[in-house]
């Protein structure tokens, strides 16, 4: 596999009803429980402006994660990311260069997607086909641009300013869908 291209989930926020299912069988597949918490999917709801989106790792081009400074990050067979939990010491750092909010520490372990080994519990309980997995290979994104002003931001903050940033993109397919 070339490393531009990578299997990856994809969301559809125009599909997005908000139910959180994702959240409950990611969290349920890694933990045997629920709680958004441990789930490694987070469903941020923009309620003034009525949408839901879906965050989750976007396994990008730059793959800032790989900075750990304990080098407990890998990027594993399938492109997603891997924690090697003998060599991680839970520094938050990985969390920190994240630009979309997609890692979070857990008991000082951090979570991110792992493609639940080629069959994501998210995308198997999302009724309404807005999380997808593309197994074949797509262009990996970049995000870069989204990094700037993330240093100082939390976790959920990101997650916000990225799902703004993706409304953004909808809406104005939706404007020239109409204008076309």
Known sequence: M??????????????????????????????????RRVSRIKVVKVEDLGLDCPVVCQACRERYCVECPEEAIRIGPMGEVTIDPEACTGCGT????????????????????DLCDGAPACVKACT?????????????????????GSGSSSTEEKRIRFALSSFETLRNTWISARRG
Do not use: N, W
């Open 2 to 35: 070339r490393k531009d291209k990578r299997p990856v989930i994809i969301v559809d926020f125009a599909k997005c009803s908000g139910c959180r299912r994702c959240e409950v069988s990611c969290a349920f597949a890694h933990f045997q429980r629920v709680g």
């Open 94 to 113: 990985c969390e920190g260069l994240c630009p979309v909010g997609a890692i979070d520490l857990y008991e000082e372990t951090p979570l991110v997607c």
């Open 128 to 148: 309404m086909g807005a999380i997808v997995f593309e197994p074949q290979t797509r262009d990996a994104v970049s995000l870069k641009g989204h990094e700037e």
